[in-house]
């Protein structure tokens, strides 16, 4: 890597080589999708999926390298739409069952098997009717030792 002073003139091969270079758009940030609603995103969801697929035509027909260049950035800018639109979706559902007793099984503690299937403490501690008439009825005895 070579280390130029700031007003150092760029020779004229890496000039040219930089304007071969395919000008690749910037990544799309999930942080910016967050702050779009769901009908733009969805616009935008459109939009990049027609282009993936002209790109895909590009790439039978032997396409330019900067359009093949550009496949894979919007691969994963379609990832990344995708994923906020579910988390916002995600996000409503929660809400809507927040402070309700039962869930749907995506929104419950996932825990392991076992610890899912494990007794409540409630469970645990019930006692049969019969059992707790019986413990009324016929207390523990109290012995008095004499010596």
Do not use: W
């Not at 550009?70 to 379609?78: A, S, T």
């Amino acid at each position: 890597v070579l280390h130029r002073s700031p007003g150092a003139q760029v020779p004229a091969r890496l000039s040219q080589q930089r304007q071969l270079l395919p000008q690749v758009m910037p990544k799309i940030k999930c942080y910016e999708l967050r702050e779009k609603t769901e009908t733009e995103l969805l616009k935008d969801l459109d939009e990049l999926k027609k282009e993936l697929s002209g790109l895909r035509v590009a790439q039978v027909t032997g396409g330019a390298a900067s359009k093949l260049n550009r496949i894979r950035p919007v691969r994963k800018g379609i990832a990344k739409v995708l994923l906020v639109i579910t988390e916002k979706r995600k996000a409503e559902v929660v809400k809507a069952y927040e402070g309700k007793k039962l869930k749907p099984k995506q929104l419950r503690r996932k825990a392991t098997r076992a610890i899912r299937r494990r007794l409540r403490p409630e469970q645990k501690n019930a006692v049969p009717r019969k059992v707790k008439v019986r413990k009324q009825n016929f207390p523990m005895r109290r012995f008095a030792l004499s010596e």
